[in-house]
Nanobody, 130 residues
Framework: QVQLVESGGGLVQAGGSLRLSCAAS????????MGWFRQAPGKEREFVST????????HYVDSVNGRFTISRDNAQKTVYLQMNSLKPEDTAVYYC???????????????????????WGQGTQVTVSS
């Protein structure tokens, strides 16, 4: 059992920055790949980024690659998403998710799929004005 709580969302102008945080509790945090997904009104949930237990493996959706950076602090059981050069199309509810696995070799397609993740936070709103 894992509980996830997102924070750090808000309203910013295009070109601005935000840092999202996701605090986890309940199980060994280092056993999880952590991911971020987002969902805009009228659109399907979209993969944003994921990170392995030691940070050695990271993936990003093409639209945010180079602008967003994912990181984690296992001692604090927290994962972060630094969001720079924000665009109006980044506007969405952002969700933190956890994927429990002892497998060291996980295909990128699995890490990018929402169905792989076992636990989800309630989401935090990010709004970028033009």
């Amino acid at each position: 059992q894992v509980q996830l709580v997102e924070s750090g969302g808000g309203l910013v102008q295009a070109g601005g920055s935000l840092r999202l945080s996701c605090a986890a509790s309940g199980r060994t945090f280092s056993s999880y790949f952590m991911g971020w997904f987002r969902q805009a009104p009228g659109k399907e949930r979209e993969f944003v980024s994921t990170i392995s237990w030691n940070g050695a493996i990271t993936h990003y959706v093409d639209s945010v690659n180079g602008r967003f950076t994912i990181s984690r602090d296992n001692a604090q059981k927290t994962v972060y998403l630094q969001m720079n050069s924000l665009k109006p199309e980044d506007t969405a509810v952002y969700y933190c998710a956890a994927y429990y696995t002892l497998t060291r070799s996980v295909p990128p397609s699995t890490l990018r799929s929402a169905t792989s993740y076992n636990y989800w936070g309630q989401g935090t709103q990010v709004t970028v004005s033009s």
